[in-house]
């Protein structure tokens, strides 16, 4: 075991290929997105202008293979493309990760050829936007309490209930809901269906007025007698729930990555300003104190970029990386709320005020320790690794 991590590890030097990838999306982020993040930022616009030029450069389908339409990158290139958009704009990093590694990635993972076919090739291709609803309004963490349900009508499912903050849920195209299909089996009753947006019954609510990540259309979404065929069943009936924490061990690599990406243009923006900013004659980048922050916010996001980058790397080997998924996200998103509150302390005054790029981050980070898992959950996957008797 220990010389397998030791060979993974020893893989995590970058090639040229991915060295020119991170240059080619810092590029496509820092024309295409940074000259708009503040405006989109305050009319919480969601920039779906923008997923045309994504689908060029293969990020709606990141890891996809060719013959779905999708870029077929690995896992650390994933890495890679959420960062870089993250370090930038968290918002478009989030919509991104949201649409690759929830929505599209549970066809991907579960869906027949047919579905995948129907359903995953114009995901991959930026044609469709995907969500994915788990969250309820009385179940998130305990996800598996869900109420919404689906009820077998002949060569129909019936669904009824509702999701709660549904990244795409009023924009998405092609949404993964899951719902309880036998209360009696507990989450071993639960399954996935496949919903396209214009099905009868399916519509968006309430769309939330969010803290940060606010480019990023956050919504409720409503089923009322919502009717799909008996093909849009994705995965086992009965294993919906049970798929979904596969899902969502791969999903929090992206958001691992994000975290990293974010502290990254944290950190660079504090650095930058440390030594624009002048106060008692020098830089403030020269006082030790400011120092150390720098350096010990560049040393954090480097661990949680290794940390991340062993995810990914264990996910390519084809084995099932829970562990690792949940520590890289635990650590990454809790170091970039550092990095954040660092950047804005560095900034003083001017880190409260939106003229300077530490605002915006301090805003958008807090959302990495909430989605796809609570920091708090994280730890109970993590202890339930590591603990079990
Ligand atoms: C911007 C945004 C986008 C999102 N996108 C999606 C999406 O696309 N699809 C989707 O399905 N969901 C999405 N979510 C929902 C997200 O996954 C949930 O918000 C998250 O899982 C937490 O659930 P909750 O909000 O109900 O909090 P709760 O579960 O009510 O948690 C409240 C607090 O209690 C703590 N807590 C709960 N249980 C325990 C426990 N056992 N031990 C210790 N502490 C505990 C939590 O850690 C947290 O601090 C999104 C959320 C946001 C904010």
């Keep these: 075991m220990a010389l397998w991590y030791i060979s993974v590890w020893m893989d995590l030097s970058l090639s040229d290929d991915q060295a020119l990838l991170r240059r080619s999306i810092r590029e496509f982020a ?4 940074r000259p708009h993040i503040m405006e989109w930022d305050e009319s919480q616009h969601f920039p779906k202008e923008l997923v045309p030029k994504l689908a060029a450069l293969g990020l709606m389908g990141i890891q996809f293979e060719e013959m779905w339409g999708g870029a077929g990158m690995s896992a650390v290139d994933y890495c890679i493309c959420i960062e870089e958009l993250a370090r930038v704009d968290p918002s478009v990093s989030l ?4 649409h690759n590694g929830l929505g599209a990635a549970h066809i991907n993972m579960f869906g027949t050829d047919a579905q995948k076919r129907k ?5 991959a291709t930026g044609e469709k936007l995907a969500a994915w609803g788990l969250t309820e309004a009385q179940s998130g963490s305990d996800a598996a309490a869900m109420r919404t349900t689906a009820a077998r009508q002949g060569d129909c499912w019936v669904l009824n209930g509702s999701k709660q903050f549904i990244t795409h849920g009023k924009y998405g195209d092609t949404m993964v809901v899951m719902a309880v299909t036998d209360r009696a089996k507990g989450n071993r009753g639960i399954s996935a269906f496949i919903v396209e947006r214009g099905t009868p019954g399916f519509r968006a609510g309430k769309k939330e007025d969010k803290l940060g990540m606010r480019a990023s259309e956050t919504s409720e979404v409503i089923f009322e007698n919502c009717r799909v065929s008996a093909e849009n069943l994705l995965g086992e009936e009965g294993q919906g729930f049970l798929n979904t924490l596969q899902v969502l061990d791969a999903g929090r690599i ?7 990406g974010l502290a990254q243009g944290a950190y660079e923006a504090a650095r930058n300003y440390a030594f624009e900013r002048r106060q008692f004659g020098q830089p403030i980048g020269t006082f030790q104190s400011i120092r150390a922050k720098l350096v010990e916010n560049a040393a954090r ?4 970029r290794l940390l991340t980058y062993r995810a990914a790397a264990i996910k390519d080997q084809g084995t099932r990386m829970t562990l690792e998924s949940a520590m890289a996200k635990l650590y990454a998103s809790e170091i970039a709320v550092r990095a954040s509150e660092d950047g804005v302390q560095i900034h003083g005054g001017y880190g409260f005020v939106k003229d300077y790029p530490a605002e915006k981050f301090f805003r958008d980070v807090k959302l990495t320790t909430i989605g796809e898992g609570t920091s708090e959950i994280q730890r109970l996957v993590i202890a339930r690794q590591l603990l079990a008797s």
């Design 95 to 98: 919509s991104v990760a949201a």
């Design 254 to 260: 992206g958001i691992a990555a994000l975290s990293v």
């Design 119 to 123: 359903y995953l090739v114009p995901l």
């Design 301 to 304: 996001v480097e661990a949680a």
């Design 30 to 33: 820092e024309t295409e997105i």
